[in-house]
């Protein structure tokens, strides 16, 4: 990069070519008004609070999107320039209806900040009172229209952040208006519910309805934390005000995990399940009642004893390594058991064996790349994900790859097309035949490639079955798109294929190999990592998987007595069906569902997500540490319960 | 030295500004010696009478806030006005996104707990007029913005005019609510 020197308030300061002006006065501690800028965002100059004199210009020049040249002579702050500035204050408070005293973000607000910052103790013009809706229908957020300065924060951070493109200006002149789609309420819209605009709003235009009112951030503390709500493991920051959590937010608004999704910033603060708060046990008639955590323990205890090794445990994936460690010591030391599991095991089960089958690079495959990689691919193909529902930020990372990078997207999926309007193609083959169509398609990039056939003979034995008239005929995707797919596949220098939960149900090993041949393929045949992501339900599924704890199913172990370590999570109405079977269970949990009031025996409390601290292994195999943040009703650590269980059950008479 | 003479009114609103002047505690006991209260809500009169500053609160929401501030403004020498509504027309700005009548229709009938209840009609009743800040009526000198202004804020402000200068709050001090 070539270094220019220029002049700002007659000090030499030195910046690149390719800088703007603003962000040479930031990196150089020159103090410039902003409202529009947000690091990170494309700056578009629409507040002009960034306005400079610039000697070889006529007018005042707003820095922000001005590019650096060498020898500029700027001046930042001029009796005009900040008389111009604070008239632009003013022009915003008489457009619409900002009144502080009812406004939420009153004290948190950045545009109260410049009128304080500008002496503005009045406004010269009239006030317009324009009549403005607000926009209520969404489940988590309000947008306020008479609170907007049409700063566009919100529009470029749904564009480039959050990559739905759901919000963008509606209207002409005076009459703009922030509008979703068509100008539909944002509950109706193609919204996927991040929280990016919301977390970008310098004003009270769009706020959370979680915590109106219940904490302005300069009264809150804050801690950093590790979102909980999949195996992405995005950083949060959350805020507190006399001890309770007002809001989520991400520590870095415009980073590649910038966006948080629906279930991190929103769903995780929204909990309506009822919180289990000290332990129970069921009594002669049948009801759970209240009991000490030593009572609790000693019944479980006993059984345990008695029970042994028919006793077995079964373990979310949402809580630390450090409680699994200790579970695992209680199922597999103490009652010397084998039918331990996880509640996704059987997503682990697919995965490995269908990796285990996999032949082509000799040694096992490398999988699950860092996810962040996703951004610089130039082909997505996304198999059985609904990613906005399982897993968001995957989603947002995808749609950032297609809006940035123009990363061609196609998507896999028998039902629906689960990323609409970015999808490329929709490959929609017959619900089972997946596997049918992912052969169908490596068969076609071998064939687009003679280095690729020579490389791999054997695959090419294996796929000759596939051809693609008989693809087609089975899956009932039209050759031509089978052709169109591959040829865009074979085209691609830097594919990622993402495979989610969608096809777990079907636990075809088979498929997951032919995936793994498939982005083998695509790759052409170079390296052993190949980039495909196995989207996982807990944040810590693969550390737990790793630990060897879920390769077994534990419905083929038929335990008499069960150990089950709920937390936060919740179970299916499959695992609840094999629940009923189980004689004795203990049941350690955060919040009361069926499993609870109606099967266990015992109940243990369990802290929650933003209780408890720990290391995790997230999606790419990024190990990160979490640290508690909040402490209720004083409950112990699930791994401190789990242990003084294992020393009750070793001093039991019956075990010697 | 003279006392300075100060006259005070509330226009429409809450009383807010005053009982935050009257927040002031013991640095009234200081202002006392400097000050000298003419006309202000807790005196009677029909006519404010010559002062040194003048200092208004609320905004003008009728006919007979108009007429107040027109008074005060011609007896004193320095308008000084406190918090948002007299600043900015504060919370009564509300009322400007609704239609007058539908306003007195929704406060005296549909809301109103009383039965027959009608809006009075009287010629005596001052008429609302659109909300505004006092500054589009008559001239101010000097705002002390707050909803209520800190009782530091309406000291500084208080403290620079017996310095003889026309106070401007500094950011830091400045709020909004």
């Known amino acids: ?8 308030n007659g000090q030499s300061v030195k910046g690149k070519n390719g800088d703007t002006l603003l962000d040479i006065c930031r990196a150089n501690n020159i103090d410039v008004p902003t409202l529009c800028h ?18 070889s210009e006529k007018k005042p020049i707003p820095a922000c999107n001005y590019p650096a040249r060498d020898g500029l002579v700027v001046k930042t702050s001029t009796p005009q320039i900040e008389r111009y500035r604070k008239q632009v204050i003013e022009l915003m408070f008489a457009e619409r209806n ?41 489940e988590f957020m309000v947008i306020d229209h008479n609170r907007c300065i049409l700063c566009g924060r919100c529009v470029r951070a749904c564009k480039e952040v959050a990559a739905v493109r759901t919000l963008d200006f509606g209207g002409r002149g005076g009459e703009t208006m922030i509008a979703a789609d068509i100008n539909q309420p944002l509950g109706a819209s193609s919204c996927t519910t991040c929280g990016s605009c919301l977390q970008a709003c310098p004003t009270g235009a769009i706020v959370n309805k979680a915590n109106i009112f219940r904490g302005k951030a300069v009264d809150c503390q804050t801690a950093n934390a590790i979102c909980q709500g999949c195996d992405i493991g995005c950083e949060i920051k959350v805020s507190i005000k006399d001890g309770n959590l007002v809001r989520i937010e991400t520590p870095d608004r415009t980073g590649p995990r910038g966006a948080l999704c629906r279930i991190g910033r929103f769903e995780q603060i929204n909990e309506s399940r009822v919180r289990i708060k000290y332990p129970m046990m069921r009594n002669g008639k049948g009801q759970l ?39 695992q010591k209680l199922i597999t030391g103490t009652q010397k058991s084998k039918a331990i599991d996880t509640l996704d095991g059987k997503e682990y089960r697919l995965i490995s064996s269908g990796i285990r089958q996999y032949t082509n690079g000799g040694a096992m495959p490398e999988v699950d790349p860092d996810i962040e990689g996703i951004l610089k691919a130039d082909c997505i193909l996304v198999v059985g994900a ?23 997207l196609i998507n896999v999926d028998a039902n629906k097309d689960l ?5 490329d193609m929709w490959l929609k083959p017959a619900a089972g035949t997946e596997r049918v169509l992912i052969n169908g398609l490596a068969k076609l990039v ?31 995707v039209t050759e031509q798109q089978l052709t169109a797919a591959a040829k865009i596949l074979s085209g691609t220098k830097n594919c990622y294929v993402v495979f989610g939960d969608n096809l777990t149900a079907q636990n075809d090993t088979d498929l997951v190999t032919a995936l793994l041949n498939l982005t083998y393929l695509v790759q052409k045949g170079i390296g052993d990592k190949l980039n495909l992501i196995f989207l996982k339900p807990g944040i810590n599924s693969q550390g737990v998987w790793d630990t060897g704890i879920a390769n077994k199913d534990i419905k083929t172990q038929q335990p008499r007595g069960l150990y089950l370590l709920l937390s936060d999570d919740n179970v299916d109405k499959e695992w609840l069906t094999w629940l009923k079977g189980i004689d004795y269970l203990v049941v350690q949990a955060g919040y009361h569902s069926p499993v609870v009031d109606e099967l266990a025996d015992v109940v243990l409390p369990s802290r929650i997500w933003d209780e408890r601290g720990g290391s995790y292994i997230t999606a790419g195999k990024r190990a990160l540490k979490s640290n508690a943040v909040m402490q209720r009703y004083g409950l112990l650590p699930d791994e401190e319960i789990l242990q003084r269980l294992i020393q009750k059950i070793n001093v039991m008479p019956s075990r010697s | 030295m003279a006392k300075v003479k100060v006259a005070t009114a509330w226009l429409d609103s809450c009383s807010g500004c005053h009982m935050s002047f009257l927040d002031l505690d013991e640095a009234l006991i200081g202002l006392a010696d400097k000050l000298e209260f003419g006309e202000s809500p807790i005196t009677d009169f029909k006519k404010f009478t010559p002062c040194d500053v003048g200092i208004l609160e609320g905004s003008i929401s009728n006919k007979h806030d108009e007429e107040v501030a027109r008074d005060l403004r011609a007896n004193c020498k320095i308008l000084m006005v406190l918090g948002d509504c007299a600043c900015f027309g504060g919370i009564n700005n509300m009322r400007n996104l609704f239609n007058t009548d539908d306003v007195i229709a929704r406060y005296y009938s549909t809301e109103s707990t009383a039965q027959n209840s009608a809006a009075p009609h009287s010629k005596e009743l001052p008429a609302l007029v659109k909300v505004r800040p006092v500054n589009q009526v008559v001239k101010v000198d000097c705002y002390v913005p707050g909803c209520a202004p800190k009782p530091s804020a309406i000291l500084y402000a208080l403290s620079e005019l017996l310095d003889g200068r026309i106070p401007v709050l500094p950011g830091e001090i400045m709020r909004f609510d």
């Open chain 1, 38 to 55: 947000l690091q990170g965002l494309t700056d578009v100059g629409a507040c002009r609070l960034c306005v400079v004199e610039i000697q």
């Open chain 1, 98 to 138: 900002h009144f502080c005293m009812f406004c939420e973000q009153s004290g948190d607000c950045e545009l109260q900040k410049m009128a304080y910052r500008f002496q503005m103790d009045n406004v010269r013009y009239q006030s317009l009172f324009p009549k403005l809706p607000n926009d209520t229908l969404s």
């Open chain 1, 1 to 8: 990069m070539q270094e220019i020197t220029l002049t700002i």
């Open chain 1, 419 to 423: 990323l609409p309007l970015w999808s």
């Open chain 1, 386 to 408: 609904d990613v906005d529902r399982t897993n968001p930020v995957m989603g947002n990372l995808i749609r950032r790859a297609v809006n940035m990078n123009h990363a061609q």
């Open chain 1, 289 to 327: 009642v209240e009991c000490t955590l030593d009572e609790a323990l000693a019944a479980a205890a006993k059984k345990f004893a008695e029970l042994g090794n028919s006793c077995g445990g079964l373990t979310t994936t949402r809580v630390p390594n450090e409680t699994i460690d200790m579970f």
């Open chain 1, 446 to 476: 071998i064939n687009n490639s003679k280095s690729l056939a020579e490389l791999k003979p054997e695959l090419l034995r294996v796929l000759s079955l596939y051809q693609s008239d008989k693809v087609s005929e089975k899956t009932g």
